[in-house]
């Protein structure tokens, strides 16, 4: 039987097939389709050969929701509310991003203000009724909007979190009168927990993203069935655990990080089986960087999120984004030099890959600097064509007098060098971590190409490069465990909480949870409960996530958040009073994961070296080694200059700086 990963980037398509009786890998890469990425998947797996119906589990990374928001391709959206808070995501906050620019302009509005309606319903503080919901007022007001020509639907009343009744209602009514198959979010179901805007803004994206996501989910899920599978299609979410497509489809906002989340698992997972703890990740893919902080083994994770300006309230991993990839396009601000953020994609892509494209980007930086090989297909489709970069680059390079082709060449990977350096600093040292303490762990296509180069900026002293560095995020994908997150707010101040109150709250909140699992015949002994609070000084504005063990006292309580604190700053005062704000149950079923080979079956001694000439800033152009990776023993030491060449990807490892394989075939570099 197999397992398959799927991880669609912007560029590429990445798939890790695992034949879980032989206890094999097999990598591949493919061109991503932007106009439905379904059909990069199937591409992929025809490419394959895999018999579907011997394929017991397909665990899917996405951009669909993160694409159709960024790109503005979301479903019409009406919202009923209560009466006197149609505005509310418009007025949104009064923080500003840029405090001093005159100029600032809050994005705007999901929804415009005509297809926003108001009931006269209310619900006190506590939850508690105030003014009853009348469901007919409900149904004209959505019919109102149907006639607009809405897709999608969502709810929001004011104090729901504390009391589902009135938007369950209207909710019910609705669904009396509404079409088939119908789209209706309601705050309550997606985010039950308070502050209005934030939870109105994540419900609103749902209803945005739901017929989104049901229309290539469904898709996938035809081909996928046309092809003999006839499992369950598992999606990746944004909090590092998987779950059904039907949840996908519920609660789409909750995959805003699909894809990303994949390669933190995967570098945790490999950390982990060589005896890291305390890792970077660094994933350079075709469009973009994701920079994440690990410590413990333990990913950061935040109940904050923010797409295109709109706040999301949901479970992120902490990760850092930045527009730096293989295809980010170097260009001219005036007479200054800049990398990114706009990147040429998988289609035209860079210059090099002859489809049209003519602005230099990243990939075609390296191409001319010798760290790529001309004569190696990419994903096994794409050939580099070295002319076409040097006439990219010829045409920005004359820009500057005194550049030639090679120092502006040179200069691109510097840029891009720096901005990732800073999105580092960003993770760790603004949050008091010291980055040259951890291990960074770099894979994607581009991440091991420039690793070494980042790692020796930022004072680092090792860098991983896993197996299959260009297919980790696949690989995660197959490393990730099932999960089921509930969250509910309890607002109480720490010295004056009834313990017994909170267990019975953690209770059904775990019996809630267990369902999705029961259903799968999955028994409550399997299944590990994490619980956790979001705890704050009382007076403050936001909370911090506080991991919670029993047993649970008042005490127990306030010195957790006062540990979690002071990691978190640096200082905690142990004796100011303290209130829960949020209570949060994560329910995980471990999934098996794919076994690192440690076979070594592979040649001994040393490989015969190829050469090369590369460009590095201290020498100029030198005579490189160059190897395949499957041809390098493990345990093997070797020096640099040295270009490990694979499918996927290529590492480089500078001049000076050591390297070895070690016996799980991981490449480990002594900076």
């Not at 995660?476 to 313990?499: C, P, Y």
């Amino acid at each position: 039987m197999y397992s398959l990963g799927v991880d669609v980037g912007g560029t590429f398509t990445d798939l890790v097939l695992f034949d879980e009786d032989k206890g094999t890998i097999k990598a591949l890469k493919t061109s991503s389709t932007i106009s439905n990425q379904a059909e990069g998947v199937i591409t992929g797996i025809n490419r394959l050969k895999v018999d579907m119906d011997e394929v017991k589990r397909v665990v899917h990374g996405m951009t669909v929701a993160t694409n159709a928001i960024l790109e503005g391709k979301v479903a019409k959206t009406g919202l009923i509310t209560t009466k006197g808070f149609r505005d509310t995501i418009e007025i949104a906050k009064t923080n500003r991003k840029i405090v001093y620019d005159m100029k600032y302009q809050k994005p705007a509005p999901l929804i415009t203000r005509p297809l926003r309606k108001e009931v006269d319903e209310r619900l006190y503080f506590d939850g508690s009724v105030l003014k009853p919901i009348d469901e007919q007022e409900v149904i004209e007001k959505f019919k109102e909007l149907l006639d607009m020509g809405i897709e999608s639907l969502a709810i929001c009343f004011l104090h729901s979190y504390r009391n589902p009744i009135h938007e369950r209602k209207a909710r019910d009514a609705v669904l009396k009168v509404a079409p088939p198959n119908f789209s209706i979010s309601i705050s309550s179901d997606v985010v039950p927990e308070y502050r209005e805007y934030e939870r109105f803004t994540t419900t609103v994206i749902n209803a945005n993203l739901m017929p989104v996501m049901e229309r290539y989910i469904k898709s996938l899920e035809n081909r996928l069935d046309q092809l003999g599978y006839k499992e369950d299609l598992y999606i990746m979410h944004s909090s590092g655990g998987i779950m059904t497509a039907d949840m996908a489809r519920a609660k789409p906002v909750t995959t805003i990080l699909s894809g990303p989340v994949g390669g933190i698992v995967g570098a945790s997972y490999v950390a982990e089986m060589i005896g890291f703890k305390n890792i970077i990740t660094y994933d350079m893919g075709g469009t973009s960087t994701d920079v994440s902080l690990i410590e413990n083994l333990r990913p950061h994770l935040t109940t904050l999120g923010e797409v295109k300006g709109y706040p999301i309230k949901t479970p992120f991993l902490d990760i850092k984004t930045i527009g730096a990839g293989g295809g980010s396009i170097a260009w001219l601000d005036g007479k200054n030099l800049r990398v990114g953020p706009i990147s040429a994609g998988a289609d035209p892509g860079p210059a090099c890959y002859g489809k049209g494209g003519e602005e230099p980007t990243i990939t075609d930086a390296n191409l001319v600097l010798g760290r790529l090989n001309p004569d190696r297909e990419l994903g096994e489709e794409i050939r580099m064509n070295k002319e076409l970069s040097i006439k990219a680059i010829e045409k920005i390079a004359k820009e500057f007098p005194g550049y030639d082709v090679i120092k502006m060449a040179n200069g691109i990977i510097k840029i891009v060098i720096n901005n990732m350096a800073m999105a580092i600093h960003e993770i760790s040292v603004q949050k008091g971590y010291d980055p040259r303490e951890f291990v960074l762990v770099a894979f994607g296509g581009a991440g091991p190409l420039h690793a070494a180069q980042l790692a020796k900026e930022l004072g680092m002293k090792k860098v991983l490069v896993p197996n299959i560095p260009g297919n980790l995020c696949a690989l995660g994908l197959l490393a990730s465990d099932t999960m089921i997150n509930q969250v509910r707010t309890h607002i109480v101040k720490t010295r004056e909480v009834d313990v017994k109150e909170i267990e019975d709250i953690f209770a059904d909140m775990l019996d809630e949870a267990y369902k999705s699992f029961k259903d799968k015949g999955i028994a409550k002994e399997d299944i590990q409960f994490i619980r956790y609070m979001d705890m704050r000084y009382i007076g403050q504005a936001f909370e911090i996530h506080v991991p919670i063990s029993n047993p649970i006292t008042q005490e127990s309580l306030e010195k957790a958040f006062y540990d979690q604190y002071e990691m978190t700053y640096g200082y905690a005062d142990r004796k100011e009073p303290t209130e829960i704000v949020n209570i949060r149950v994560s329910a995980l079923y471990r999934n098996p994961r794919p076994a690192l080979s440690t076979e070594k079956s592979k040649p001994k001694g040393n490989p015969n070296w190829n050469t090369r000439k590369v460009f590095f800033e201290d020498t100029g152009f030198i005579d490189c080694k160059v190897a395949e990776r499957d041809l390098l023993p493990y345990e093997i030491e070797f020096e640099g200059p040295a270009i490990i060449e694979e499918f996927g990807s290529t590492t480089v490892v500078l001049p000076n700086q050591k390297a070895k394989i070690d016996d799980l075939g991981n490449i480990l570099i002594e900076v």
